[in-house]
């Protein structure tokens, strides 16, 4: 999506373990979840002001009422909806994802979609399925869903775009 747009990409995840020098289910483990939280939260508020280019996002970043408010005051938020299965699909095999470290993660993932949809949907500017439609047609529809609210999606723009990403 950023480069289609010409503008910088940034994964806050990879932000959140350069800053800790480690993984992030490293630091899980040894300081649990609460205070990844303020850590992620700390790196959100950091980019939601200075980044301009897209942003993703952690699936639990809406977990915090400061990083919905930021991330949608500060920029455009696309909620890219998958279905706890396809979430699955993708997932399955990635152990660096201490939330899904459990005997049911489909379960899990369902569990997680239920709770989180509706902060995502607060958040967001704009919700995309990603079911169906190719990854070329689906960033089209972001991008004149962007270009009609007034978002100037020209490379030349300074105003962060911020993609909100599930995981």
Do not use: W
Not at 22 to 36: D, K, Q, S, V
Not at 70 to 98: A, C, M
Request: net charge neutral.
């Amino acid at each position: 999506m950023g480069r289609r747009l010409g503008l910088p990409f940034l994964d806050s995840d990879n932000v959140i373990e350069q800053r800790l020098g480690c993984t992030i289910r490293e630091f899980f483990e040894r300081e649990g979840e609460e205070r990844f939280r303020d850590i992620e939260q700390s790196v959100i508020d950091d980019l939601s002001k200075y980044h301009h280019g897209v942003l993703s996002t952690g699936g639990g970043s809406v977990l915090r009422e400061a990083n919905r408010r930021h991330l949608h005051d500060r920029g455009k938020v696309v909620y890219l909806r998958s279905s706890p299965e396809e979430v699955f699909r993708r997932l399955q095999h990635d152990l660096q994802r201490p939330l899904l470290q459990v005997n049911d993660p489909l379960e899990k993932l369902r569990a997680l979609l239920n709770a989180r949809d509706p902060l995502y949907r607060e958040t967001a500017h704009h919700v995309f399925e990603t079911g169906r439609p190719s990854i070329s047609k689906l960033i089209n529809a972001i991008i004149e869903a962007l270009d009609l609210s007034g978002f100037d999606t020209h490379p030349s723009s300074s105003s962060p775009a911020q993609n909100l990403n599930r995981s």
